[in-house]
């Protein structure tokens, strides 16, 4: 079974990469194979709209997209975690959700299970819409949304690495990966 976590972050260090990390433990512990992509690290471009995707099914812009429509089809579920940036996730983890769209008729990721993350610096500074927005994205491709603790899991943190002073974030990470594991145990027998 193939976990692929997607961290919109582009710092090093950084506080959804963190939870992302907690979020996918009880995963490894299973067994499950883990792919991570930090979209800080990977060549991607945004969609410029030429459409030819819809009557080729391939995307014409060639960069390091390949590699998560690859992880799409593998994938069993998906954790994506965001930074807030302006009440929204990042403009990398945008232009991939865009780039996504030449998957719109073999919708690699229907029936699979999603759990979303936001990490901002302030207190309640747009982490729920970004988890909102996350969720959003996985309803469009036909996914299941699991909760956390409650909802999708947000924090405040605004340094990188400051989230592990949170054990409790920390902690509610993990609990988001074991409803995840949960599930997936029940849906993919
Ligand atoms: C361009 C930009 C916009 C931001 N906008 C918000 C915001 O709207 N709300 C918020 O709480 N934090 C905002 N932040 C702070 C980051 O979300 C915060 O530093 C977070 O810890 C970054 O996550 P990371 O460590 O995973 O990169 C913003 C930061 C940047 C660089």
Not at 10 to 17: A, C, D, E, K, M
Not at 78 to 88: A, E, F, H, L, T
Request: aromatic share 6%.
């Amino acid at each position: 079974m193939n976990l692929l976590c997607i961290n919109g972050s582009p710092r090093t260090n950084s506080n959804t990469g963190i939870l992302v990390e907690h979020a996918a433990k009880p995963f490894v512990d299973a067994g499950w194979t883990v792919t991570e992509f930090q979209l800080g690290k990977m060549k991607l471009s945004p969609c410029n709209a030429c459409e030819s995707c819809h009557r080729t099914g391939r995307c014409v812009i060639d960069d390091d997209m390949s590699a998560v429509t690859d992880a799409y089809r593998e994938c069993d579920a998906v954790i994506i975690g965001s930074p807030v940036y302006y009440r929204n996730v990042t403009s990398q983890l945008k232009m991939l959700f865009d780039r996504t769209y030449v998957h719109r008729n073999t919708r690699p990721l229907t029936g699979k299970i999603g759990g979303a993350i936001a990490v901002g610096s302030g207190e309640d500074c747009g982490q729920s819409i970004t988890t909102g927005i996350i969720y959003n994205y996985f309803l469009s491709n036909g996914m299941l949304c699991v909760p956390g603790e409650i909802n999708g899991l947000t924090a405040s943190a605004s340094a990188p690495g400051d989230i592990l002073k949170q054990p409790k974030r920390l902690q509610q990470a993990g609990v988001l990966g074991q409803n995840m594991l949960r599930l997936a145990s029940k849906l993919f027998r």
